[in-house]
């Protein structure tokens, strides 16, 4: 009998976040994978590492983690041929995935070369659209309200065009983009209603004023919010 991938959403990186039925995954599985940068620490694991009980075999899958070189096929080829073994041999794996793995999740990726041949389970976590609502203390919709979340990559007309059709926007990855979509939220006249929050749920977490955010200095693990009626519930 071969075992069962389990791709497991671990939530945002609040450790206090992460979902009764992946606690028990992560902590049942003989074997667990999580994505890593080339060198350094997994994320993913640092999250569930107070809940981990010793003992499982880890598979690191080491990535590039620059848009430019994303996704490496090749990592997701070999990652997929190392946890493909543990399932022939009757082993389950339970894959860590920061936030949600099918909300922008590099899960997908090995799910799409696992699922073929074997049998996978996707248990949703707190997505980071999720957590930074909460943080913020700001309500994604209500009513018929359209919510529209953005990559911030994109250029600034479609940014322009996708904000107009909206009622409420998530803008994610904005990164080294900031500059470009507080621009656009500034001519569109919404910056008065745009929240903009890093980290959310981590020891680190920044809540600040669009206007005191430093270009230079925004993280990957960030996002701007905002709803044309200023609160949602309005």
Not at 66 to 76: L, N
Not at 116 to 134: D, F, K, T, Y
Not at 185 to 209: C, K, W
Request: one cysteine or more; glycine letters at 10%; charged letters at 20%.
């Amino acid at each position: 009998m071969t075992g069962t991938a389990y791709g497991v959403g671990v939530g945002p990186g609040d450790p206090e976040l992460i979902t009764l039925k992946g606690l028990r995954l992560v902590q049942s599985a003989p074997v667990i994978a999580y994505p890593a940068p080339e060198t350094g620490d997994s994320l993913a694991r640092a999250i569930v590492a107070p809940h981990l009980p010793g003992g499982q075999r880890e598979i690191a899958i080491r990535m590039p983690m620059v848009a430019e070189r994303f996704p490496a096929q090749e990592v997701y080829d070999r990652a997929a041929g190392e946890i493909t073994a543990e399932l022939d041999a009757g082993r389950d794996v339970a894959i860590l995935c920061e936030g949600d793995p099918f909300f922008y999740g590099s899960f997908m990726y090995l799910f799409g070369r696992l699922a073929e041949g074997h049998r996978v389970e996707v248990v949703p976590g707190v997505s980071s659209l999720n957590a930074c609502a909460a943080a913020l203390g700001a309500p994604l919709v209500a009513r018929n309200d359209v919510l529209t979340v953005i990559p911030a990559p994109l250029a600034a007309d479609e940014l322009r065009q996708r904000l107009g059709e909206a009622d409420a926007v998530a803008i994610v990855k904005p990164g080294r983009h900031f500059a470009k979509v507080r621009d656009v939220l500034e001519t569109a006249g919404l910056s008065g209603h745009a929240r903009y929050i890093e980290r959310a749920t981590m020891d680190h977490q920044r809540i600040l004023p669009l206007a005191e955010v430093d270009p230079a200095e925004v993280p990957y693990f960030s996002m701007i919010l905002v709803h044309k009626r200023g609160e949602a519930w309005r």
